[in-house]
């Protein structure tokens, strides 16, 4: 087990806690593999070890790290910051920092865990603020979206770090030489959209940025594949992700229906199976659950609120790939080199700023 | 043909012009039934006349009003006011103030239909703006989500109107006696979100407004039909709006892909064939082309740009549909109930604030 990769996990967090972290990790060790993965438990000891002795697959690999403070989903990110101290989340951050596990996965406040994370991992290359990425499904391929939930409101110079960002991780994660990027509006006119986007599409056209800028695209070109990342401010990312998540259900809904209509939509569906089985594999909501927070010195994974194990599994897994690619390091490498080609970047070592008390 | 009704056409708007508009105009009048209705097409007689040649269906029912100027897609809205007279768009609307029509259809620039409708048509019942409301089929029935993109920013004002605008738009299309309300946002608690919408979120459960408010809900709830009416700003409906249609065209390719992929896949397909047929239908987004301006004195309906001629005819079929309900009476009957309600609305026949520019 000495090779083996920790993750540590904010069992507290989300919907359901432990009832779907410690089944989750159950599921993600066996789909990672025996010996390969290892998780540090954080949250309320009596609650976690009973989970494991339902789920004996996670009791071999987990151990856990008991502490009594939960952070409420309803939890301002300051009130969290000043009180969050020793609480489930804040505890699997810090063993990120403390260089006990390679990742930290929370499906808690996300508010919290970004005003947490930020404070204990810090930035990187210069950057302000994190954002949280989702790896989109598309025709063409996989397209990174961000933010899709860090942050409330993006001013111009935040959409900037999202590029360069969502650029890096597309590189270090789906393995593209150079991606095109999109900034996402409502047409693709540059006087299109507010002050915002059409700022920050000026800057991407007549900056020196080495980013392969495509201009403004729509919520259509996210599924289409237009371009391999789409930047957007954190309110609008959040809704965009959810309403195709809710599209999607909608669709399977709309399968099932159909293929329980009549005893030939039946025996068609018998017989088509397996293709059945792949659409409905493809359009599983929870197979993309579990998106990174771009930006720190350490990788944070947030998890739906209200994934299920199967689910919380898949952010499991995103963070045992990210942990073992050695992304953190590329990540932190293509952050530097673009970073100093931002006007007005600051220092990577300065002090964290204060957190947004915003959302 | 004394009491068909007639709809005008704005038929240079869109991607594809009268190639579109025409046959599109010969579909719906099919799909109407003969003696119900008839159209005003209006643009470049020369092209029109030659689509007309091919399409002897919309020949039978269609005027051509010959004009010569076009609104450019990549116009502003204020340029569009000053030199748009006598365009296309703005013919088609005059038609409706001048009651030679019903309803006028335009797959032309948005912020221009919506300031010329604004200026010729003027607000109803003290509103400020208008908002574009799309019809989102869901897992409960159909939900009115507005804006989809007639404004690019709303305050906490504006976002009141739409939700008062949606609820009278759901009584009288889609003939629910008290529908619930939602609010667009990132979650679900009082604190989340930017300053708009929690604004909103308060004036809405503290005045006395006769809605049936149910506070906030994310973007996989307008799937989930959680409510009737979702209430958003423009740039995030259409933003969602669009992402939806892109994840549903994403679906039927993975179905097409999923029953081609082996012969197992394509008999079951073939046996399974009317509810495959069933499926696509409802996933076809042409099928919801066709939103209405939400607000004016007088029915306009706004098409994609993009939409092909079954798209086009979706939304005359829409137009029509509006025009033959009386919806126009009803919906002014509850704007001028509701907006008495509201703090410090206008009086009805105030004269048309100037034109929003910035889009």
Redesign the interface.
């Known amino acids: 087990m000495s090779d083996s990769i920790v993750i540590s996990i904010d069992a507290m967090g989300g919907d359901h806690g432990p009832a779907v972290a410690v089944p989750g990790a159950a599921l993600a060790a066996e789909r990672i593999g025996p010996g390969r993965v290892r998780f540090l438990l954080f949250g309320d000891e009596a609650q976690i070890r009973a989970e494991l002795e339902r789920h004996p697959g996670a009791k071999a690999v987990c151990e856990v790290r008991g502490c009594d403070k939960v952070i409420a989903?309803?939890e301002?990110p300051a009130q969290a910051l000043r009180r969050g101290k020793g609480s489930s989340l804040w505890n699997a951050v810090e063993a990120v920092k403390e260089r006990q596990a390679a990742a930290a996965v929370s499906g808690g406040n996300?508010g919290a865990l970004m005003a947490i994370s930020k404070l204990q991992l810090r930035m990187t290359g210069g950057l302000d603020r994190p954002a949280i990425v989702a790896s989109w499904?598309?025709?063409r391929g996989v397209t990174a979206v961000l933010d899709v939930?860090a942050n409330?409101?993006s001013d111009a110079a935040q959409l900037l770090e999202f590029a360069i960002m969502g650029e890096a991780f597309h590189c270090a994660v789906h393995g593209s030489k150079r991606p095109t990027v999109g900034l996402?509006n409502?047409?693709s006119?540059d006087?299109?959209?507010?002050e915002e986007v059409r700022e920050a599409n000026r800057i991407l056209r007549e900056s020196g940025l080495n980013i392969d800028y495509r201009g403004f695209v729509?919520?259509?070109?996210?599924?289409?594949g237009t371009v391999d990342v789409v930047v957007?401010d954190?309110?609008?990312g959040?809704?965009?992700?959810?309403?195709?998540?809710?599209?999607?259900?909608?669709?399977r809904?709309?399968?099932r229906d159909?293929?329980s209509?009549?005893w030939?939509?039946k025996?068609?569906?018998?017989?088509?199976?397996?293709?059945?089985k792949?659409?409905r594999d493809?359009?599983d909501p929870s197979s993309v659950n579990g998106g990174p927070l771009l930006g720190l010195n350490g990788l944070v994974i947030k998890s739906h609120g209200s994934a299920d194990a199967k689910g919380f599994a898949n952010a499991l897994k995103v963070a045992y790939d990210l942990a073992a690619s050695g992304y953190a390091a590329q990540i932190d490498r293509n952050m530097k080199h673009l970073a100093a080609a931002l006007p007005g970047s600051g220092p990577p070592e300065g002090p964290a700023p204060a957190p947004e008390t915003?959302?």
Not at 218 to 224: L, N, Q, R, S, T
């Open positions: 989903a309803d301002k996300t499904p598309t025709m939930g409330i409101e996402l409502v047409g006119e006087q299109k959209g507010h729509e919520g259509d070109d996210i599924a289409k957007t954190g309110f609008t959040n809704v965009a992700l959810k309403t195709a998540e809710g599209t999607a259900r909608f669709v809904q709309v399968l159909a293929f209509s009549s030939q939509a025996l068609g569906a018998v017989i088509a199976g397996p293709a059945l792949r659409i493809r359009l915003d959302q």
